[in-house]
Structure formats: C-alpha cells, structure tokens
C-alpha cells in the first residue's frame, strides 16, 4: 500500500478513536471507584443531541460544547444518585440512562427540528474545525516525518487533541495525585477508605462526575466535530465498545489509549475494506467489526491473561454489618 | 479450684485497679450499643492505663470488636461515655479518633491489596494534592519507625505479594504514621502463623516500653498470658470482670469467658457403641483466604455415640464441619462413611454426602442452613428437594411438601404453627428446629451438628438436647461441635478438644474436669505441648 | 435505629409498581408538557392507539407477544439472581434457526413447522445464553458484560449471515428468501376477524403456554426450587448440595430460549423472511416488563401489555398529535426501569414507614 492509504487509514484511525478514547477514560474513573457504568453510551447520546441543538440554535459551538458538558453531567449525576445514594443496582440504572438517551433525544428532536430527529445541518462556526498546528505547512514538504506531522497530527478538531491530552493527564490524576490515591482505592477496598476517616459517598460522586464530564466530550465529539449536526443514535454502541476497551486495557490509561487505537484502527480498516476482495473473496468486514467484543469476552474469560476489575464495583457501599 | 464463676445477667463488677484518673489514656463509660435486635455492648465500663497492653477477652460475638469499634469512630454508641486522657470526646468518626492518637489495627485488614505499602501508609493521611511530597515524607518515616520499633518492610512491596504478617505491620505502621498513641489490636494472630505471633508480641513490647498503650482483643488465652499486663473479660455484650494479668491463670479466665450457664443435665443412658460409622483422616481444610485452618485432623465416631469436639471458636471447627459434610473443599484426607469414603469435592459434594446418608445442622443457620426468605415449608426441604416423597419426575408435589412439613411442625413443636410463614419470622429457637426436623427425619446414619443451641431460647435448648440423645440411642454416628463447654459435657460420650487445627486431646466427659478441658482449649495442656 | 418491618405482600407487588409507574407517568407527562404539548391529549391518543377497536388491539397484542417472552427471559434469569441484559442478542441470532426450519420445511403445511422452528428458535437462543452462563460458572466472567459483549457479536453475525449467505441474488434489500406461501403461518385475523389484518399470531398462544410453564417451572419443579434457592443464598444452595454452576448454565439456557421466542414471532409469524434488526429492543423493554411484573408470570403478562400497548398506541400517537413521536413510548420505558429497578429506595423506606405506622415495634424472637 502507498503511504497515501497507510496516511489516511492512520489518519482515519486517530479520529474514531477519539470518542471511544474519552467514553474510555470517563468509564475509568466511576469503574475505578467501584461505580459499575454501562450508561456510558446514553450520557454520551444525550451529550451529542444537546450539544448540536445548542449550537445549532445559538450558533455558537463553544455554547454547543458547554451545553453537552452539562447534559452528560445531569445525567450522571442522575444516575450517580440511583446507584450511589439510594443504592440501586448500577447495572439496571444504567441501562435505564441508555433507554433514557434514546428516547429522550429522539423525542426532543423530532418535536423540536421536525427532520426526523435530525438537528439541523451545522453551520460554520457552529462545529469543530480542524486545527493546524504551529509548522504544518513548513514541515509538509519534508520526507517521511514532514507528511506524518501535518496529516496525521496536525489537523484535528480540538476534541482529538483533548482526548490525547486526557491520556496523560487521567494518568497523572490516578497515580500522583491524593483525589486519585483516594479513588483507586474506594473501588478495590472502600471499608479501608473509611476506616481512614474519607467519605466514600463523596469520592464516588466526585467520580461519577468526572465520568459525565468526559462523556459529555465524547458525545459533543460526534455531533459538533466530527459530524455535522445530530442523527437518531448516532453514538451507535461506541458506548459499550469503550466498555469492552476499558475491560481489555484492563482499567489503565495508557494501555486504554493503545486499546481505542486498536478498536479505531479496526474500525478504519473495515470502513476501508468494505466491498473489497482479496483473491477473490469477499473481506467479511462483519468479523472486523465484532473482533473488539469477541475479544474482550475471550479476555473475561481468562483465555488470554485475566482482566480482574475494581474489587468493589458493582456494589453499594454500605457500613451496616 | 473454682473461683469468682459469675452466670449471665448478673451485674458485671468493675474491679477498681487502683488507677488515678490521669493514669487512664482510655476510659468507657456505660457504652451501649444495638444493632436492630442485638443487644451488642450492654452497659460496658472499660479503664485502659496509659503505656500498658491490656486485654480483651471474650468469645466470638461477645461484642469486643463492637466495643472497639466504638472507640474507634467506626460505629457511634447508642448510650455512653468515651474518655479520652480524661476529657469526655465525642467520637463521631475514624478520624477524630486518629486525632485524639487512637488508631486500630481491625482483625480484616483494611488495606488495599493493589497498592505498595507505601500508598496504604498515606492513604487518607496525605499532606497536600500532589502525591509526591507525602511519598517522601512516608519513606522517611517507615524507616525511622523501622528502627525504632524493629517493624522492617519494603515500602514499595504490593500488599497482596507480602506476607499475612507483613501486612499486619503495615496496618500498625499505618497508626504510627499518623501518630497513634493508643493502638488497638482486634484478633491479631487469628491469621499469623506462630513464629508471625511470636514477632507481634516483641513489636507490642517493645512499643509498650516507647510509652504506647495498647489494646489486645482475642479470645486466645495464650496471647494474654504471654503479652498483656491487665486482662477484661466480655461475655454476651457485657463486661464481666478486668484483672491484673499477674494474678489470674488461663484456667479463671477460661470460665469467666465461656461463663456456666443455667445447668442443663440432660438424661441419658450409657452408650453402646457400634461400628465405626464416620471416620476421618489426615483432613486439611482451608478457608476462604487460603489459610490452611484444619491441619490434619483424624477421628471417628461410631453408632451410637455422640462426640464431641471442643475448643474456642475459631480454632478450626466451622472448616472441619464444611468440609465433611461437603460444602468446602479439602486438601488433603479422606472421609469415610461406613468405611467407603465419601466423594465431596465440586459445589454438589453436600448433595452426594446426603444421598449417601450424612445430615448436616450448620453452625450458621441464617447464613446456610436456611433461606431465611423463603417459606417454612420450602426450608423443610432444602437439600432433599428431588426426594421421592416430594413427586415424581421434574415436578415438585407441594401438597406433599407441606403436609410433610406440618407433621414436622407438630413433631418438633415448632411455632407458629404456620408453613406457609416466611422463615425470617420464626425466633431462633424454632428456625433452628425446622433445621434438625429436616436433617433429623431423614434417618441419615451419620449426624453433624454445629452450635445446636447458639441464639436459642432455654425451652428449646432441652428439646434440642433430647432429640440428639434419642438420635443417639436409635443408633446413629453424631459429631457435635459446640463452643459451649457446658453442651459439650452433657451431651457427649467422648470429647475431643480442637486448638489451632489439631486435635489437641481426648477426653471422657464423665471424669474430666472443667478445668482439664479449659487447658487443653486455651492449647497449653499437657497433651497440647506434644 | 430500630428495623423497619417489610412491607406487606400487596403493597410490595402492587402498590409499589402502581407509584413507580406513575411517577413514570407524570415525568413523561412534564416532558410532554414542557414542549407545550397536552399530556392528557398524548394519553388518551395513547390508549385509543392501543385499544380503540380490534385492529388496534391485534397490534397491541402483538407487540405484547415479544414482551412477555424478552420479561419471561430477564425473570427467570432474575429468580436465580442473574441478570440476563442479552435478551436482544439471544432473540437476534434465534431467527437464524427459525428461518432455516422454515425455508426447509417450506412446502409442508405450517403447523408441522411451526414446533420445529419453535424447537430451532430455543436451540439457538438458549445456546446465546448458555455460553455466558458457562463462562460465569466455570470461567468466572460476568453474565452482565458477557452478554452485552455477545449483543453486538450476534449483530455483528446476523448481517453477515442475512447479507452473505442467505439474501437471494436479485434482491437488493438485506434479506433471506420469503418463505413460500403455502408455508405460512395464517395470523389470527384469519380466524378472528375482529383483528383484521394485524400482526397478532399463534405465537402469541405460545407466549402464554410459556407463561402458564415460567409459573410451574419456578414455583412447582424441583429445579425452580433449586434456582430461586440460588438466587436467595447461593452459600444455603452449597449447603444443601445444588450445583450453583449448574444451575447457573441451565438458566441461562432457559432464558435464551425464551428471548428466542421472539424469533418465532417476528420470522415465522410476521415478516415471513429475515430481516435485520428486527428485535427492534424488545430485549431491552423485557428488562422493564419484568421489573415492572416483579419477575412473576402474571405480573410480567400484565406488563408486557402494558408495554404492548404503550407501544403500538405511540405509533399512533405520532399520527394523532403532530410533532410527539413513538420515542415518547422509550421515554417512559426507561422510567420505569429507573424508577422500579434502580431508585426503589425511593419510595420503598417511606412506604414502610407509613405501613410501620410510626417507629416500628422490635421484631419478637432472636
């Protein structure tokens, strides 16, 4: 293949990670306090539709993005309440959000913009639009690094840039800082949390925000950078591919970031391979596609390694004996 | 050499040890404590002397970790009074209490299995945002407190990589840290091999002599002797007697702690032993961490013979019991029923050891041996449900069921005379009844029966009693475990005593003394030392 | 802080669902509302959607059909404390075997296939919940994740299969061949003509002989016993010698046999062919049904109607009021499951309270 393709596919890699990337590290930090999340993908839908009707009616994809950021943070904090403080059963409440988001967002949209819940196609202005970085011009012509810098790196909307960005910095959270000390350890052993006098409660609300906020990244990702306006479930189960990408990277940032790469790069290459033959069969793209979940199912499983998550999630936490 | 019995519900006497109130670091006042109907800590008053290691003693459920837990913030008491170097201190949370200076050392570890010792020392006693500053400060500090107090770790070691024993120094390391002066100990050796518990007693020592006071809950009567200078002993959620260490002996102590119950002679003939029906040997059990908790242990029991297996809870019995009767796995050793042994590994061991003729009552009847949710009737059949009796094939007959079941409530004078109640609505007495109606009415040859009458009122202790006894005498092999000394005399034709896995001793329940089994219980009788 | 005693058993299963629902009810309402649309008016186009004459009744029974076996699948899981959230994927991939009965059996009259796409539909989904009930019990991965996982894998397939392998050449729409006339399944307008031309089938027959054996199954078998045991105190099931793995595979087994009921309504008895994505998350509303009908057979018919009727009266809604669509319908489903499955702790405290009538008296016994 000519570097044009490789260049591209890459390319094309970078930009459907993104959303899984940040679903990613949003589900990291309720999961690592021990909050179970399989409502990554409704946050994110109702995050999507809330960003694109904002921008759309206001013109403004900064009001856009903000108005995502707090849909996706109501949200979990919804949810937040259900599994935290009434102690409900996170995996229900989280379904409830999914069912949520796709009615809700449905329904609104239809009323509101009358396309069949389709927000209204956005406007300049109104979206993400790709950044150049500083010598993208300068640096095109030179071989081999010159092409990789100002395609591949350069020209990304921002939210790419806040993805990768997060990497490093969820990284420094969990591991340098005293909140993610404290966050870890709610979700392995919340007893000894709070025998160590911190509110177990308020760690894990602090969590499930932070969730919501990445989540309402991620959704604004698909309606005002990468898309141009909001469709009827457009997140499309990226929600539960980030899951399967948390479970394989086995609740770590920077193996996190390897693993959207992979399921991104999947995904590019079965977009690339559509209708292709190689000697004369079909590519069957399907088998690319469910390869992200066939694969952390064999992971769960222990077949390859063995993905133990937080020792506490799942569970409300609960000081009566 | 009986001294100072005293028998439940009677006032409990503080002994006034002759302490100023500015030598105290701890004093209680009147706690009490609930917990919904269980009356955990019933009027507790406590006098901790400052740079001592004072014990508490006191069966399981006696309410000690309760009473600690108190003092340590973790639950707040209903009643009472907590001094702290003689200030009256609200204790509302675990960290107050680590600013008075009272830190704990709980008997389940509170430590995060996947972080180094390191991040388990500063976590919650973190100087500022950024992690790297308190890391620093915390690796300085382990190794001052290493050489002062002889407590070496690797600090970056992962807490599930090291060592039972070292992770109990670093919950110790972890009050030190943030600048304990009182520690408490809840059931410190319960997991320690006994080189570990021999090293703890140094570390308790050597932080005595730098001035520290310390708190050592247990119920093993060697580790008070060894290492404490005032020792209280709790039974029932009631404080019965404080005394100085120096002048009591294991054997006093011994019955203050499991106290003589209202006397419940039980009328029984001699036994006729048959042949040997159960027969154990070489077992090795172990539990649910790992910890290897029955230690090759051999025995039997023959038709027609109780035996009974003595020892202070704790020591092995509840792994041996679910492990003969199938519902844990063994390591090692064989289980023989009539001389063919038993084949009990899988989740459905307990199913073929019923089929081929072993019941079982368990010690925890709420936990195991029923469904506390389900209706009288359904329990009345846990665990026989594909018997004949209750239809044929795939369905369940429950007209058959409950009338089996009625009759059994009639037998067993089991109230309320409903099946079709929820089982969590009958008392303890009577949930227990349904337990031996079932197991009992099935004629299996060999019976296991755990704490037969724990949380069960007087009236139905002696039907209880005379339902093992008749058992008995129509022939059936019963092994009794029971932490009630008292149950164990009365009921049994031969006694074996259980310390630390092992068979410890034999004893013939109509000459041997309280006193004799105490010894071999608290593991320093002479049969003990071999 | 003394117990509170539990609730009675009508309130528990009655009158707890009735608040939650409502509460359901009024949020859609205010949302409706706030849109500056009549809530009433949505209600009742609703309920003359779904019940205005037998046509409307025949598409609401219909939808009811899938309803009742996606909460029949959710509680039979629930009973032995499982959570099957794969419902859509079991129901998914069962219509390969439905169609492949149906297609080979085509020339033979319909109810000699109809018990054999039945039995293909149930080996099929049953095999979509066996493998991560295996994986629980013996690989010890959770239910939960490996069936959301294996959704998206027989997603992943059906197109695949339908697009590859089984969409006859010439036709241009992702489909398997129709099957012939004379093999299929007569709906019960023929029969019934008050129904007209709806939807509704014999299928929905199999749906409440499948109700009448979930309520034998769970309350008059031996393995019932074992399975609602598990569900209660999986340490009393090891005590009394059930083989928790066991019992783990077979209900897994059962439950997506059940969910592949669904396949048999839509395959055989509707749609003739198959298509893509017709579970249309039926697995998902069966979560709700079988939270609202508190996991029993009856309750699960009754919201499984409800449900159906929800349903089929939203697609009328859009018709009747324009500008509120069918979504409105998912709106509440998912309040439902908010309210019924995740924030009981809602209401549950404040009912026992009030049931308590004040502090309540310590339980007797010890």
């Keep these: ?321 | 050499m009986v001294s100072a019995v005293v028998s439940t519900g009677e006032a409990q006497a503080q002994r006034p040890l002759g302490a100023a109130a500015s030598d105290l670091a701890i004093e209680l006042v009147k706690i009490n404590k609930r917990f919904g109907p269980v009356h955990a800590n019933k009027d507790i008053d406590l006098k901790v002397r400052r740079g001592t290691v004072h014990g508490i003693v006191g069966e399981n459920g006696a309410g000690k970790s309760t009473l600690m837990s108190i003092l340590y913030g973790f639950y707040t008491a209903d009643s009472g009074e907590i001094r702290v170097n003689g200030r009256a201190e609200a204790i509302t949370d675990s960290r107050y209490a680590l600013k008075l200076g009272i830190g704990m050392v709980h008997q389940h570890f509170m430590l995060v299995d996947n972080f180094s010792i390191l991040e388990n020392v500063v976590l919650g006693a973190e100087d500022s945002a950024l992690l790297g500053k308190s890391l620093t400060r915390a690796r300085a500090e382990l190794t001052r407190l290493a050489r002062e107090y002889r407590l070496e770790v690797d600090p970056d070691a992962i807490i599930e990589d090291v060592s039972v024993g070292t992770q109990q120094r670093v919950e110790i390391l972890k009050a030190l840290y943030r600048g304990a002066d009182v520690l408490i100990l809840d059931e410190p050796t319960g997991v320690l091999t006994p080189a570990e518990a021999d090293d703890l007693f140094r570390v308790l020592n050597v932080l005595r002599d730098q001035g520290k006071t310390i708190i050592l809950i247990t119920h093993k009567l060697r580790e008070i002797m060894a290492v404490t200078d005032y020792v209280s002993v709790m039974r029932q959620g009631q404080m019965v007697e404080t005394l100085k260490t120096s002048e009591t002996s294991p054997e006093q102590l011994a019955e203050l702690m499991v106290g003589r119950r209202v006397l419940l002679r039980v009328d029984k003939g001699a036994a006729h032993p048959g042949d040997t029906f159960l027969s154990v040997e070489d077992l090795v059990v172990k539990d649910d961490l790992g910890v290897t908790r029955v230690k090759g242990v051999s025995f039997s029991v023959r038709a027609g013979e109780i035996v009974g297996i003595a020892g202070v809870a704790g020591n092995g019995q509840s792994e041996l019991l679910e492990s003969v009767s199938g519902m844990r796995d063994q390591s090692a050793g064989t289980v023989k029923l009539k001389g063919v042994p038993l084949s009990l590994e899988g989740d459905d061991g307990a199913h073929r050891a019923r089929k081929a003729g072993l019941a079982h009552v368990p010690e925890d009847r709420q936990r195991m041996g029923l469904i506390t949710s389900f209706e009288e009737w359904e329990n009345a059949m846990l665990g026989y449900e594909d018997d004949k009796a209750y239809g044929k094939g795939l369905l369940l007959d429950i007209n058959a069921a409950r009338a089996e079941a009625r009759e059994r409530i009639a037998k067993f004078d089991i109230r309320p005379t409903n099946e079709r109640l929820k089982t969590a609505n009958f008392s303890g007495g009577n949930q227990q009844k349904i337990v031996l109606a079932r197991e009992m009415e099935r004629n299996p040859d060999v019976l296991i029966v755990g704490q037969p009458t724990r949380g069960v009122d007087i009236g139905a202790i002696e039907f209880i009693h005379n339902q093992i006894i008749k058992m008995r005498d129509a022939g059936k092999a019963i092994l009794l475990v029971s932490v009630e000394l008292d149950e164990i005399r009365s009921l049994s034709d031969r006694i074996l005593v259980m310390f630390d896995g092992q068979i410890v001793g034999e004893a013939d329940p109509a000459t041997a003394t309280e006193q004799e089994l105490g010894l071999m219980m608290a593991g320093i009788g002479k049969e003990a030392g071999k | 802080m003394s117990a509170l005693k539990p609730l009675p058993r009508w309130a528990d299963i009655i009158l707890l669902p009735l608040i939650n629902l409502t509460l359901a009810f009024i949020v859609a309402g205010l949302v409706v509302f706030a849109i500056g649309q009549n809530p009433l008016a949505a209600l009742d186009a609703i309920i003359t959607g779904a019940f205005g004459s037998g046509y409307n009744i025949g598409y609401t029974l219909y939808y009811s059909t899938n309803f009742i076996f996606t909460g029949l699948a959710v509680a039979v899981a629930a009973h032995a404390g499982l959570f099957n959230i794969g419902g859509n994927g079991q129901a998914y991939i069962a219509g390969l075997g439905v169609i492949l009965v149906a297609l080979a059996m085509q020339s033979l009259p319909w109810w000699l296939t109809f018990p054999v796409a039945i039995l293909a539909g149930a080996a099929v989904g049953g095999f979509w919940g066996f493998v991560p009930g295996y994986l629980q019990a013996k690989r010890g991965s959770h239910v939960v994740i490996t069936t959301i996982m294996f959704n998206f894998i027989a997603s992943a397939i059906m197109i695949y299969v339908v697009v590859n392998l089984l969409k006859p050449p010439g036709i241009l729409a992702p489909e398997s061949a129709s099957i012939a006339v004379e093999g299929r399944m007569p709906k019960l307008g023929t029969f019934i003509p008050w129904f007209k031309n709806t939807d509704v089938n014999f299928t929905l027959i199999l749906a409440l002989i499948c109700l009448v054996g979930a309520y034998f199954l769970i309350w008059h078998t031996r393995f019932g016993f074992a399975m609602r045991a598990l569900g209660q105190n999986p340490t009393a099931t090891r005590y009394a010698g059930m083989s928790n793995s066991r019992i783990t595979m077979i209900v897994m087994t059962m439950s997506g046999a059940l969910a592949g009921m669904v396949a048999v309504n839509q395959v055989f008895g509707v749609q003739y062919r198959l298509v893509l994505d017709y579970v249309a998350d039926a697995g998902f509303v069966g979560i709700a049904v079988a939270l609202m009908g508190r996991n029993h057979p009856l309750g699960i018919l009754l919201a499984a109607l409800l449900f159906g009727a929800l349903y089929q009266g939203g697609n009328e809604l859009q018709y009747v009021i324009p500008g509120l669509s069918k979504e409105m319908v998912v709106v509440i489903q998912a309040l439902v499951i908010l309210f019924t499955g995740a924030m009981e702790g809602l209401f549950r405290p404040a009912l026992q309270r009030l049931f308590s009538g004040g502090p309540a008296a310590a339980r007797s016994g010890g």
């Design chain 1, 1 to 321: 293949m000519d570097m044009v393709v490789i260049l591209s596919t890459l390319d094309a890699t970078i930009r459907l990670s993104t959303p899984l990337l940040l679903a990613c590290l949003a589900g990291m930090y309720s999961e690592r306090a021990g909050v179970f999340d399989i409502g990554l993908e409704g946050k994110m839908l109702m995050a999507a539709f809330a960003a694109a009707a904002t921008a759309s009616v206001t013109g403004s994809v900064w009001a856009g993005l903000a108005a995502g950021l707090g849909i996706s943070l109501m949200t979990a904090l919804l949810q937040g309440a259900a599994a935290i403080t009434l102690k409900g059963n996170q995996l229900i409440a989280g379904t409830a959000i999914n069912m949520l988001a796709v009615g809700l967002t449905t329904f609104l949209g239809i009323q509101w913009f009358a396309q069949g819940g389709r927000t209204p196609q956005l406007k300049e202005g109104e979206r993400f639009t790709e950044v150049k970085l500083p010598f993208a011009d300068e640096l095109a012509n030179v071989p081999v690094v010159g092409p990789i810098y100002s395609d591949l790196i350069s020209g990304h909307n921002i939210l790419v840039y806040i993805a990768f960005l997060a990497v490093p910095v969820t990284w420094f959270v969990l591991f340098r800082t005293r909140f993610g000390l404290r966050l870890r350890a709610v979700g392995e052993n919340p007893k000894a949390v709070d025998t160590a006098g911190i509110s177990v409660i308020a760690m894990r609300y602090q969590a499930v925000l932070i969730t919501g906020l990445l989540c309402g990244f991620a959704g604004a990702f698909f309606s005002i950078a990468q898309g141009s306006g909001f469709g009827n479930n457009m997140t499309a189960g990226k929600g539960f591919i980030a899951l399967a990408a948390l479970i394989f990277a086995k609740w770590k940032p920077v193996p996190a970031m390897f693993t959207c790469l992979l399921f991104g790069f999947l995904d590019a290459l079965q977009i690339r391979l559509q209708g292709v033959e190689v000697g004369g069969v079909q590519v069957p793209v399907q088998a690319i596609q469910a390869l992200p979940y066939v694969l952390t199912v064999i992971l769960l499983a222990g077949f390859i390694g063995k993905a133990v998550g937080p020792k506490a999630g799942g569970v409300a936490y609960s000081k009566e004996r």
